[in-house]
């Protein structure tokens, strides 16, 4: 069974730092990569940051200079480094996983549940 497991939520203040972590265990074989999404209320689900196993990332407009994306692959683990944050950086964020169990022959994706970051003005 696959797990992904976030942390590093919290409410910090307008102009500050957080940063998440998340961790996929289980039986697998393979992340071909791994990403950040998040979700406000009323708003759909965007990708915030995403990287490959070879480590090239990819970023939302909004949060391009102020986010930093990162991978430890020998720990099955993503990070995103976010500073300068802003109020509209508010919203649930969730992990998610490209990669392939020991039980497969193809790639899926995995998702976690997700850590609440609330930026204050």
């Known amino acids: 069974q696959v797990q992904l497991v976030e942390s590093g939520g919290g409410l910090v203040q307008t102009g500050g730092s957080l940063r998440l972590s998340c961790a996929a265990s289980?039986?697998?074989?393979?992340?071909?990569?791994m990403g950040w999404y998040r979700q406000a209320p009323g708003k759909q689900r965007e990708l915030v940051a995403d990287?490959?196993?070879?480590?090239?990332?990819n970023y939302v407009d909004s949060v391009e200079g102020r986010f930093t994306i990162s991978r430890d692959n020998a720990e099955n683990t993503v990070y995103l480094q976010m500073n300068s944050l802003k109020p509209e950086d508010t919203a649930v964020y969730y992990c998610?996983?490209?990669?392939?169990?020991?039980?497969?022959?193809?790639?899926?994706?995995?998702w976690g549940q997700g850590t609440q970051v609330t930026v204050s003005s």
């Open positions: 289980g039986s697998i074989v393979d992340i071909y990569a």
């Open positions: 998610k996983a490209d990669l392939r169990r020991d039980d497969s022959y193809f790639y899926y994706d995995y």
């Open positions: 990287i490959t196993r070879g480590g090239l990332t």
